[in-house]
């Protein structure tokens, strides 16, 4: 089905530049929140689950044998053909919405980023002086436009090369953003932090218990990419079998992500301590060297460009496929015209999807300047998407697949997993939504400044 994207090495491409996104700039605030003890401990069981029920996932792209059964080109394909019932309209509900909600966080993250270029310009430039003062929605509204042009890129295989440079963007913020937390813990003369997290005084007990359910969203947004990992599979060629392929890169991913992860967390915490900013390029004392921060957030911005694409490309195709079978007749939705372009191949133009695609981007921005709070929102869409995309389905997949006995040792383990990450998802949305209750006390719509 997809032509170019078929190795390791970009289906490693496309997983680290969706998960490798603006969930690590809040690692630090995340681990602020836990310490020093849980904090580590917590993201190196992010991690393993992650791998573990990708593993999982990875073996029901094909079904119902993983590797001659006929294949599922979609993650609501995987969930028809194994579970059946109404588990797929809630699976495509949950999915979709993720992917819509990552819109919205991804914009809001490329805002913040922008924003930071011009504030430590401005300051830089006034010594200082001048608090600079900007407001975000021009900043929404320019990275909106840039995605609607983006976004009429057809089909999932065609932005390999832009997952590839996304995917080099996010290392170099990430290297910055380590860099320059080493640089501030030498700075410092000693690490910041406590075993136990923020202390109570410096937040209030009410603060400090939302503060680590929102953490654990946090990290959980950080490691999402189940959503569309059926998806990523799909652009892998075999032999080998696209599971095993798949198996492999998600170990490659998974472990590069981590080890970032781990050192840009914690030196950030270690920097910062109980101060870590929500989002760590960003937070007070990180004005000088300026020039290098205005790299950093330029990279940041370039990869959530790419970002955006990999995890909407799949709701652009399901709602166009929908409405191609729905009206299989209809012009409007189903006629290719040709555009010639000197020196390159005619583009396709569907009229329906420059109509969609460009009604999507809109919405996800106005909703972006709407509600512009970067880590409820990342904490929020980690919550409701983690146990359900990344744990239940691919689990109660396995289980049909493997044909693993009711209550036998193997069962009751993975249904503990389940049930395990099903509070941490509850929790975490109840921190997150009383994070957003708090910031809206004190909000105006359309009148977000930093």
């Given at each position: 089905m997809f032509l170019f994207s078929r190795?390791?090495?970009?289906?490693?491409?496309?997983?680290?530049?969706?998960?490798?996104?603006?969930?690590?700039?809040?690692?630090?605030?995340?681990?602020?929140?836990?310490?020093?003890?849980?904090?580590?401990?917590?993201?190196?069981?992010?991690?393993?689950?992650?791998?573990?029920?990708?593993?999982?996932?990875?073996?029901?792209?094909?079904?119902?044998?993983?590797?001659?059964?006929?294949?599922?080109?979609?993650?609501?394909?995987?969930?028809?053909?194994?579970?059946?019932?109404?588990?797929?309209?809630?699976?495509?509900?949950?999915?979709?919405?993720?992917?819509?909600?990552?819109?919205?966080?991804?914009?809001?993250?490329?805002?913040?980023?922008?924003?930071?270029?011009?504030?430590?310009?401005?300051?830089?430039?006034?010594?200082?002086?001048?608090?600079?003062?900007?407001?975000?929605?021009?900043?929404?509204?320019?990275?909106?436009?840039?995605?609607?042009?983006?976004?009429?890129?057809?089909?999932?295989?065609?932005?390999?090369?832009?997952?590839?440079?996304?995917?080099?963007?996010?290392?170099?913020?990430?290297?910055?953003?380590?860099?320059?937390?080493?640089?501030?813990?030498?700075?410092?003369?000693?690490?910041?932090?406590?075993?136990?997290?923020?202390?109570?005084?410096?937040?209030?007990?009410?603060?400090?218990?939302?503060?680590?359910?929102?953490?654990?969203?946090?990290?959980?947004?950080?490691?999402?990419?189940?959503?569309?990992?059926?998806?990523?599979?799909?652009?892998?060629?075999?032999?080998?079998?696209?599971?095993?392929?798949?198996?492999?890169?998600?170990l490659l991913s998974v472990a590069v992500t981590t080890a970032f992860y781990m050192l840009c967390g914690c030196m950030g915490y270690a920097a910062f301590g109980d101060l870590a900013p929500g989002n760590l390029l960003t937070g007070f004392g990180f004005y000088n060297p300026f020039w290098l921060l205005d790299i950093a957030n330029a990279a940041i911005v370039i990869h959530l460009v790419g970002a955006y694409q990999v995890y909407c490309q799949p709701l652009f195709a399901f709602v166009e496929h929908w409405a191609a079978k729905k009206w299989p007749g209809n012009e409007f939705i189903t006629k290719e015209v040709k555009v010639p372009i000197p020196g390159f191949r005619p583009y396709s133009l569907n009229v329906f999807r420059l109509v969609w695609r460009t009604f999507f981007v809109i919405v996800s921005t106005v909703l972006s300047m709407l509600i512009p709070f970067f880590n409820d929102v990342l904490g929020f869409l980690g919550a409701i998407g983690f146990w359900p995309l990344t744990v239940y389905f691919p689990v109660e997949m396995y289980i049909v697949q493997k044909q693993i006995p009711k209550w036998s040792t193997r069962w009751m383990c993975l249904q503990m997993l389940s049930v395990a990450c099903l509070i941490i998802s509850v929790v975490s949305a109840a921190g997150s939504i009383a994070g957003v209750v708090i910031d809206l006390k004190v909000y105006k719509p359309f009148h977000t400044s930093y």
């Open positions: 190795t390791i090495w970009t289906a490693s491409a496309h997983i680290i530049t969706a998960v490798i996104g603006s969930g690590v700039l809040s690692l630090a605030w995340a681990i602020a929140q836990l310490g020093w003890i849980a904090g580590p401990t917590v993201m190196f069981l992010f991690s393993f689950v992650t791998y573990y029920t990708s593993a999982l996932l990875a073996d029901c792209y094909r079904s119902p044998d993983p590797h001659t059964g006929k294949r599922n080109y979609t993650y609501m394909d995987a969930v028809r053909s194994t579970l059946g019932g109404f588990k797929v309209k809630m699976c495509g509900l949950i999915q979709y919405l993720n992917l819509f909600g990552t819109a919205i966080g991804y914009t809001i993250g490329a805002a913040i980023s922008m924003m930071a270029i011009k504030r430590s310009d401005c300051f830089h430039a006034s010594d200082g002086k001048n608090p600079c003062h900007i407001s975000s929605n021009p900043y929404m509204i320019l990275f909106g436009v840039t995605q609607i042009i983006f976004s009429q890129i057809p089909d999932f295989d065609r932005i390999w090369w832009l997952s590839i440079v996304a995917a080099v963007m996010s290392f170099t913020y990430s290297s910055i953003g380590l860099g320059l937390g080493i640089a501030k813990v030498a700075e410092n003369g000693s690490f910041k932090g406590s075993l136990t997290g923020i202390r109570i005084g410096t937040v209030t007990q009410a603060q400090k218990v939302w503060g680590t359910f929102q953490a654990l969203g946090n990290i959980a947004f950080a490691y999402s990419y189940s959503m569309i990992l059926i998806e990523i599979q799909d652009t892998i060629k075999s032999p080998p079998s696209e599971s095993k392929t798949m198996k492999r890169a998600t």
